[in-house]
C-alpha cells in the first residue's frame, strides 16, 4: 500500500500562494502517476493537475491552468502543487493521489491523502 500526507494547506488572501506538499510511503513513488483533486462543499471532486510517473507530461484544468503548477521530486518521495494568483474560487479540500499512468479520473486513482484545506479570502 501508499500512504499520503498532504501540507501546505491554510488561509490566504486573493491574489497570494501556497505550496501543497504530498508525502508517499509505504511502496514505490515512482511508479506512479501523481494528480492533486479538489473539492468543495456541495460540488463534485474534481481534477486539478495531474504529473506522470516520470514527470513527462502534465495535464492542468483550464480554471489553474498559468497559475498552478505541478512537480514531483522521486528522490524525496514527494509531489508539490504551487498555487500562485489565488482566488476565492480555489477554496476547497485538496487532495493528493496516487495512480496508474494516464489516470485523469477520481475513481481511477488507487490511493489517497486525507486532504488539506486551503481557504481563500476576498
Known amino acids: 500500500q501508499v500512504q499520503l500526507v498532504e501540507s501546505g494547506g491554510g488561509l490566504v488572501q486573493a491574489g497570494g500562494s501556497l505550496r501543497l506538499s504530498c508525502v508517499a510511503s509505504?511502496?514505490?513513488?515512482?511508479?506512479?502517476?501523481m494528480g492533486w483533486f479538489r473539492q468543495a462543499p456541495a460540488k463534485e471532486r474534481e481534477l486539478v493537475a495531474v504529473v506522470s510517473w516520470n514527470s513527462g507530461s502534465t495535464y492542468y484544468a483550464d480554471s489553474v491552468k498559468g497559475r498552478f503548477t505541478i512537480s514531483r521530486d522521486n528522490a524525496k518521495n514527494t509531489v508539490y502543487l504551487q498555487m500562485n494568483s489565488l482566488k476565492v474560487e480555489d477554496t476547497a479540500v485538496y487532495y493528493c493521489?496516487?495512480?496508474?499512468?494516464?489516470?485523469?479520473?477520481?475513481?481511477?486513482?488507487?490511493?489517497w491523502g486525507q486532504g488539506t484545506q486551503v481557504t481563500v479570502s476576498s
Open positions: 509505504g511502496r514505490t513513488f515512482s511508479s506512479y502517476a
Open positions: 493521489a496516487a495512480g496508474p499512468d494516464l489516470a485523469v479520473e477520481a475513481e481511477e486513482f488507487d490511493y
